[in-house]
C-alpha cells in the first residue's frame, strides 16, 4: 500500500479531488513497478538508487578519458591486471594468429587441386606480406607483433583504430600499409562538443554509418601538442577501407568502446591499497618496534643511539619508565581468505576463472579442467571478434592489392562481390589450449574422430596448432629420410 507523503497531505486539504487522483497514480505505479522489486521506490535499500537513461554515447564518452588512465595506471602498477592482460595476449594471439585461406572452391568453379593451389599460393603472399616489418607504417614491427599491440590498446583503451595507407617502398612489392592510432588521438575536430552526427571524433551518417574519423596528428599527451585534425573518410571512393575501428560493441548506436578493466577498477585500486597497507602493517611487526614511556616531567630527551636491542639483553630502565610494543596484528589471518574472494569477483568481472588468473592450480584434474575450458571459450571468442575486426579486413586488403597486381589470378574477382567474397573465405588459427591430461585428451580427441563427430584437420588445428596435411607431407618426408637411412623397414 502506498503512502500518502506529506505533498500528498498538503494537496488534500485544498484540493481532495485532486490529492485522491495523486494517490491512485502513485499507487497504479508501484503496483506495475512491483512486477521486479528492482523498480521498486518503497523498498529502503532502493528509494533513493535512481539510473539514467541516456544513449550509449551519453553514457560512455564523459567517462572514458578517466577510465583510459586509471586502466593503464592499473598496467603499470598492479600485478593481477599485468596477469590478466597477458594471460588475453598469449592466449588469443599468441605470437600471431596466421591465416588459412579456404576458398569456396565449389561455386567458384574449381576442382581441389586447383582450389589447393590456389589456397597456398594466396597464403604465401600474404605470410610474405606479414613476415616483413613493412607491413607496419612506421616499419617497427611486422603483423603478428602488430596484432599483440592492437588487442593490448583495445583492451586497456576501449579501443583502437588502424589506418591503411599505401606506401610506396623501394624493392617492396606491396603499398598496403597499417599504422595504429591510440585511442586518445581520435576525438572532435577542435573539441567541439558532442552532437548526434559527431561523437567521439566519429561523424555517423543517418543509419549511424561511421563516415568519416577526426584523428590529432599528435597524442594530446606527447611532448608538442599539435593541434591539427586530419579527416579520414572510412571508405575510400574505389570501396577500399581507409580505417579500422577495433572495439567492442555492446550496444545500439555505440561508437566509442569501454576499456576492459571498467568494470573491476574499483575493486583492483581498493585491493591494491589493502594489500599495501597489510604489507606495511607486517613491516612495522617485523621490526618490532619499541616505544619508551616516560612519566616523569622532568626526565631529559634520549637519543635514539642510546637504546637498543639485543639478543638475551636485559636493559634496566629508570624510574618511572616503562615499554609499549607496536604490536599490528600481522599477519592477517583473514587476508587470504579475503583476498581470494575479491580476486574470484574481479575473475567474474574479467571472465577469467581465479585458476587462470591468478595461475594457481591447486584443485583437482576435473576442477582444473573446468576452469581451463571455462576461459578458453571466453579466449576463443574474443579471438573471433579480433579476427573478424582487425586480422581479416587486413588479410583482404593485401589480397585485392596482390590480385591487382597480378601476382594472384583471381577471374570475376574485381567484378563480382559474391566471387570476391569466396575467393577471400579464410579460417585464422593462433595459440590452442594446451592438455592437462595429454593421454586422455588425445584418445577423446581420435575417438572423435573415428566416431564422425569431428575431423583430423580440426583436432591438429585445436590440439597444437598444425595443419593436418601439412603434418601428413612432413611425417611421409620423414618416413622415407628414415628408411633411406636404414632406420626404418620399408613396408
Not at 578519458?65 to 593481477?80: G, I, Q, W
Not at 595504429?180 to 558532442?194: M, S, W
Not at 574519423?213 to 570501396?239: D, R, V
Not at 578458453?376 to 573478424?388: E, G, I, L
Request: one cysteine or more.
Amino acid at each position: 500500500m502506498v503512502k500518502p507523503s506529506l505533498l500528498d497531505k498538503a494537496i488534500a486539504i485544498f484540493s481532495p479531488e485532486r490529492a485522491v487522483k495523486r494517490l491512485k497514480a502513485k499507487t497504479a505505479f508501484e503496483y506495475y513497478a512491483r512486477s521486479y522489486e528492482g523498480a521498486s521506490t518503497e523498498k529502503k535499500s532502493l528509494k533513493y538508487w535512481r539510473g539514467t537513461l541516456k544513449s550509449a554515447d551519453r553514457d560512455d564518452l564523459p567517462s572514458l578519458k578517466l577510465l583510459r588512465a586509471r586502466s593503464r595506471d592499473l598496467f603499470r602498477n598492479d600485478p593481477v591486471v599485468i596477469g590478466a592482460i597477458e594471460t588475453n595476449l598469449d592466449s588469443v594471439v599468441g605470437a600471431g594468429l596466421r591465416v588459412q585461406s579456404q576458398i569456396d572452391f565449389e561455386y567458384l568453379g574449381m576442382n581441389e587441386d586447383e582450389a589447393s593451389e590456389w589456397e597456398n599460393k594466396a597464403e604465401r603472399i600474404f605470410n610474405n606480406w606479414a613476415k616483413s616489418v613493412n607491413a607496419d607504417a612506421s616499419r617497427q614491427k611486422n603483423f603478428y607483433e602488430l596484432q599483440a599491440v592492437a588487442l593490448a590498446s583495445a583492451l586497456l583503451s576501449g579501443d583502437v583504430f588502424a589506418i591503411t595507407p599505401a606506401i610506396k617502398r623501394e624493392f617492396w612489392p606491396f603499398e598496403t600499409a597499417i599504422s595504429l592510432i591510440e585511442a586518445d588521438r581520435v576525438c572532435n575536430e577542435n573539441f567541439v562538443p558532442d552532437s548526434n552526427e559527431l561523437a567521439g571524433g566519429i561523424r555517423v551518417n543517418e543509419y549511424g554509418e561511421p563516415v568519416e574519423y577526426h584523428i590529432l596528428k599528435t597524442h594530446p599527451g606527447g611532448y608538442n601538442l599539435n593541434l591539427e585534425w586530419i579527416k579520414f573518410p572510412a571508405w575510400g571512393e574505389s570501396g577500399r577501407r581507409l580505417v579500422i575501428h577495433l572495439f567492442k560493441q555492446t550496444r545500439p548506436g555505440q561508437r566509442r568502446g569501454i576499456p576492459y578493466l571498467a568494470p573491476v577498477i574499483k575493486h583492483l585500486k581498493l585491493l591494491g591499497d589493502y594489500t599495501e597497507a597489510e604489507l606495511t602493517a607486517a613491516l612495522i611487526s617485523g621490526l618490532f618496534t619499541v616505544f619508551l614511556k616516560n612519566e616523569n616531567p622532568d626526565a631529559e630527551p634520549f637519543e635514539d643511539e642510546e637504546l637498543k636491542l639485543g639478543p638475551g639483553a636485559i636493559v634496566a630502565l629508570n624510574p618511572m619508565e616503562d615499554i609499549a610494543v607496536a604490536d599490528p596484528k600481522r599477519p592477517n589471518s583473514a587476508y587470504d581468505a579475503f583476498v581470494k574472494g575479491i580476486l574470484e569477483q574481479i575473475g567474474v568481472g574479467l571472465n577469467i576463472p581465479y585458476e587462470i588468473l591468478m595461475k594457481h592450480f591447486t584443485s583437482s584434474y576435473t576442477a582444473a579442467r573446468a576452469s581451463f575450458l571455462e576461459a578458453w571459450r571466453a579466449f576463443k571468442t574474443r579471438r573471433a571478434w579480433f579476427v573478424n575486426g582487425f586480422c581479416q579486413p587486413i588479410y583482404e586488403l593485401v589480397i585485392t592489392e596482390a590480385v591487382l597486381k597480378g601476382y594472384l589470378e583471381a577471374p570475376g574477382f574485381l567484378e563480382d562481390p559474391f566471387v570476391r567474397a569466396a575467393y577471400l573465405k579464410t579460417t585464422w588459427y593462433g595459440p590452442t589450449p594446451g592438455q592437462i591430461n595429454e593421454k586422455v585428451e588425445t584418445a577423446a580427441a581420435a575417438q572423435r574422430v573415428a566416431e564422425g563427430f569431428s575431423t583430423r584437420t580440426k583436432e591438429a588445428a585445436e590440439m597444437n596448432g598444425t595443419d593436418f596435411f601439412e603434418n601428413i607431407r612432413k611425417a611421409k618426408k620423414e618416413n622415407e629420410a628414415m628408411i633411406k637411412a636404414g632406420l626404418k623397414e620399408e613396408k
